[in-house]
Every structure is written in C-alpha cells, then in structure tokens.
C-alpha cells in the first residue's frame, strides 16, 4: 500500500496544482472578459466559459491518471487507461475493468482526488453563477 500511496502522491499533487491554476484562470477569465457585462447572455457566456475550462481541466486530470496506468503496464491502450481513470475519477466505480492486485488501491486514491476536484469545479461555476445572479437582482455592481 506504501508503494501506491507513493507513486500515487505525485499525480495527486500534479491535480491538485492543475485545479488550483484551472480554477485561479477561471476567476482570471471571468474578471477579464464578464464582470462588468450585464443581462442574462453575459451570465449564460461566462457560464459556458466557466464550464469549458472546468471540463478540460477534469479531462487532464483524467488523462495524467491514465498515462500513469499505462506506464506502469497496467494496460495495453491508452484508450483503456483513460477510460478506467475516467470511471475512478468519477467515482463510477463500474468495475468492468480492474487493476492488478498490486495496483488496485489507486482506484481509491482516484476516486477521492476526482471527489475533491470535481467539487472544486462545481464552486468555481457556482461563483460565477451566483454572481451574475446577484448582478440580475442589482445588488453588485
């Protein structure tokens, strides 16, 4: 188990840093481009904006999880690494695919990495949603 958590605490790390700068740019990029827009379209742009950079940080996530499988010969394709990191990281947990005994222990540490950064994804549209929402009832400027 140590040498999980020990192969694993980088890409962890790596996450969490990629979250923090996806979620700092979409701060950057609704402060640059939406804060001072009014009406509902600018709410619904910034919004898809928002989601947009959300959903390819997650999928870099995903990925770097899956070229860490792959490289440890877990599985043949990258498709196939992808895919199982993609069903951790979701916390699916389908089970259609498992790792070797050896490994298996980073579909938990996975799961709870993709917990925690899809939760931060949810609060930074939620930031932005809330808001435009005050900005709707003009109580912000």
């Not at 999980?4 to 402060?31: A, D, E, H, K």
């Not at 980073?106 to 949810?122: K, Q, R, T, W």
């Amino acid at each position: 188990m140590l040498l999980v958590l020990v192969t694993g605490m980088p890409v962890i790390l790596l996450n969490m840093l990629l979250q923090s700068w996806v979620s700092i740019g979409c701060i950057r990029f609704y402060i640059k481009r939406f804060h001072h827009r009014e009406g509902m379209m600018a709410g619904v742009l910034a919004l898809f904006g928002i989601i947009t950079i959300v959903l390819m940080g997650n999928l870099l996530q995903i990925m770097l999880w899956g070229m860490l499988f792959l490289w440890l010969g877990e599985f043949s394709t990258l498709k196939e690494a992808v895919y199982h990191s993609g069903v951790n990281f979701a916390t699916l947990g389908y089970g259609d695919i498992v790792m070797s005994e050896k490994w298996k222990m980073f579909g938990v540490l996975e799961a709870v990495n993709g917990a925690m950064m899809i939760g931060l994804s949810g609060a930074s549209m939620l930031a932005v949603l809330q808001h435009h929402v005050r900005k709707l009832l003009g109580q912000t400027k």
